[in-house]
């Protein structure tokens, strides 16, 4: 017997139908014998219904009632769960995170989870009940309810899997597991049986959307077993996240990871001189404006180039800012964005034990006359930036290179 957390994302619990069909697979585990406890997000579409509902009382709407409001999607699932489970003759209870006692900051619209009571849980559950747990919410030591931020469900499941001490949490989602790249672009991309944690952290931030990266972060932290699998198909194992060390037979390279969301800002003749990459990020920092890749060149005649990348969305506010308090402070001679590139990563543990591999995403985007822009590496990852146009040849090429359509 095992005791399995199972979440389920807002296109599994869509329809009465999908309801009924997430009841079926939690009562086969627990006819299996194990003890189950579900986490359901909002129906599909709900979560963004509520909040432009609130945006057309209030603009900016008020961050605590909006939470109230925002909760409730979660509160219809678990109920509508429980009573297709108890319609299966399966006992079955349902909990809002506040039920629980699911404690956490009082940071509205992005609370962290402080600490979880599993005491009613573990009760349930030694009683023979399915305990049908609220995603996305808790509530702060005041007794107001709060909700964990956009695709929180996923943080809700695993943080309940670390607190039952749960042997397994599983993630149903909408496609069957985490795969090489997005299928869409390569076809031939091809479902992981395993991956590991910090790969699935730089596969998830770099847009390969299948887990919350907190709640990837948040079972790295506490050990949880991580399983993403398609609600849709009965059978199928998904993929497994797992800790470096458990699995011997790393595959070099795991996957190609790709980011259309991010724009470059170059500051043009800066002078080659101590303090100036302060000058032009500080004032970027104190906007609140994430950088994500810089590079800057020695300058032979004194002056150099600077480049760093941000989010799209804050290409203007950087630019605004460089042009009002920074150009003629250090004497820059132009400042230019462009957002129409593309960041491309090759992505493997098994790089750390491997020479080669840059040069070979170097040549292999050579041969097909991509111009790198732009080149960041850390232990587990190589990045370029490209134009926006040559991205998906890019991680089409890749893919192929580093023979990841074979298992
Ligand atoms: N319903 C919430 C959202 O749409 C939480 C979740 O689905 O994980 O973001
Ligand atoms: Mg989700």
Redesign the pocket.
């Known amino acids: 017997m095992a005791l399995i957390v199972q979440k389920y994302?807002?296109t599994s619990v869509a329809n009465p139908e999908r309801i009924r069909n997430v009841a079926r697979r939690v009562a086969r585990y627990k006819a299996l014998g194990h003890q189950v406890v579900v986490v359901v997000?909002?129906m599909?579409g709900?979560?963004?219904r509520l909040l432009a509902l609130a945006r057309e009382v209030m603009p900016d709407p008020d961050p605590r009632e909006l939470d109230t409001m925002?909760s409730t999607?979660?509160q219809v699932t678990i109920a509508l769960t429980a009573m297709a489970l108890m319609d299966m003759g399966v006992r079955a209870k349902s909990y809002t995170g506040a039920q629980v006692r699911i404690l956490t900051d009082d940071a509205f619209t992005k609370a962290r989870i402080l600490n979880i009571n599993e005491n009613n849980i573990r009760k349930d559950l030694d009683d023979g009940f399915v305990v049908v747990v609220a995603?996305?919410q808790g509530v702060d030591e005041h007794g107001n309810i709060t909700?964990?931020?956009?695709?929180?469900?996923?943080?809700?499941g695993v943080a309940l899997a670390a607190a039952l001490k749960a042997d397994e949490c599983q993630i149903y989602t909408d496609v069957d597991g985490v795969y090489t790249t997005d299928p869409r672009i390569v076809p031939e991309a091809r479902r992981l049986d395993t991956i590991t944690f910090e790969e699935m952290l730089e596969l998830a931030s770099q847009g390969s959307k299948v887990l919350?990266i907190r709640a990837v972060e948040f079972a790295g932290k506490y050990q949880v077993k991580l399983r993403v699998l398609s609600s849709f198909e009965e059978e199928g194992d998904g993929t497994l996240i797992t800790f470096e060390e458990e699995n011997m037979e790393q595959p070099i390279i795991s996957g190609i990871a790709f980011n259309r969301d991010e724009a470059k800002v170059t500051v043009l003749g800066v002078p080659d001189r101590p303090g100036i990459a302060y000058q032009i990020l500080g004032p970027i920092a104190d906007a609140n404006i994430d950088v994500d890749m810089i590079i800057q060149n020695t300058g032979a005649d004194g002056t150099t180039d600077f480049t760093f990348t941000v989010h799209k969305n804050e290409l203007g506010k950087a630019l605004a800012i460089l042009r009002d308090k920074v150009q003629n402070h250090i004497g820059a001679r132009e400042i230019t964005g462009d957002d129409k590139i593309a960041k491309v990563s090759v992505v493997g543990v098994g790089m750390r034990s491997h020479v080669g591999i840059a040069s070979e995403m170097f040549r292999t985007l050579a041969e097909e006359g991509i111009n790198i822009q732009m080149i960041s590496t850390s232990e587990i990852k190589i990045s370029v930036v490209v134009d926006e146009k040559y991205m998906e040849l890019a991680v089409r090429v890749l893919h192929k290179a580093f023979e990841l359509e074979q298992a």
């Open positions: 994302g807002g997000s909002a599909s709900e979560t963004n925002v999607g979660e995603g996305f909700t964990l931020g956009r695709g929180g469900s996923d943080t809700t919350q």
